[in-house]
């Protein structure tokens, strides 16, 4: 299976074929509303997030694409610069303001969020900070059900992509069912070193 660049096309050239389906079966949302928005070349070179952090390979393709799926969720400002949030805002603003005292102390871990499609009573959300071997950044569920938890679930927008674009299938159940995967498990592994001190998630209390 590939990772990074390699990924992220096959996805591109789904959509490409059926830009306006849907990327879940429980709710209607659209991959592209229109015509894809692209990126210009020029722009992209130079572009990086707010904290310095490099864009990860599959982002960086995902955006020479489009950047209409995202700026659905958040991610830009009204001039097109990119809009991070720490944990505890994301927290307040997408789920409850009561629980985000309680994640805040994750904030350094997780300064710079950004929000993904998915989820029903939970969320999905691109924690920017150390990357993995292949430069990509993990994406995180968020879920306050039961105790509220904070995991991983991909290690990388390029799996993210391709799961949700149905190439390719979680080997186990729960959030963090990647960690058993024979290709994708080494990552998953590398993010819960850098992140949760080894483990797959952090569950209340912090």
């Given at each position: 299976m590939d990772h990074g660049v390699a990924l992220?096309?096959?996805?591109?050239?789904s959509v490409r074929a059926n830009p306006t389906r849907?990327?879940?079966?429980?709710?209607?949302?659209?991959?592209?509303?229109?015509?894809?928005?692209?990126v210009p070349e020029d722009v992209l070179a130079g572009l990086a997030f707010p904290s310095g952090r490099p864009l990860p390979p599959s982002l960086r393709a995902w955006l020479a694409f489009?950047?209409?799926?995202?700026?659905r969720y958040g991610w830009f400002t009204p001039d097109g610069d990119f809009a991070p949030r720490p944990l505890d805002r994301l927290v307040a603003e997408e789920l409850s303001e009561p629980w985000?005292?309680?994640f805040a102390v994750l904030n350094d871990r997780f300064p710079e969020c950004y929000?993904?499609?998915?989820?029903?009573?939970?969320?999905?959300?691109?924690?920017?900070?150390?990357?993995?071997?292949t430069g990509e950044y993990p994406v995180l569920a968020?879920?306050?059900?039961?105790?509220?938890?904070?995991?991983?679930?991909?290690?990388?927008?390029?799996?993210?992509?391709?799961h949700t674009?149905?190439?390719?299938?979680?080997?186990?159940?729960?959030?963090?069912?990647?960690?058993?995967?024979?290709?994708?498990?080494?990552?998953?592994r590398e993010?819960?070193?850098?992140?949760?001190?080894?483990?797959?998630y952090a569950q209340f209390p912090f």
């Open positions: 992220t096309a096959r996805v591109i050239d849907s990327l879940f079966d429980y709710a209607p949302v659209p991959w592209v509303v229109g015509s894809p928005r692209p489009d950047t209409g799926l995202l700026a985000a005292e309680d929000l993904l499609p998915g989820g029903s009573d939970s969320r999905r959300l691109l924690a920017v900070g150390e990357p993995d071997s968020l879920d306050l059900d039961d105790l509220p938890f904070l995991g991983l679930v991909y290690p990388g927008f390029d799996v993210y992509l391709a674009a149905g190439f390719l299938t979680v080997p186990g159940p729960g959030y963090t069912g990647l960690a058993q995967d024979p290709v994708y498990g080494r990552r998953m993010h819960a070193a850098h992140r949760f001190d080894g483990e797959m």
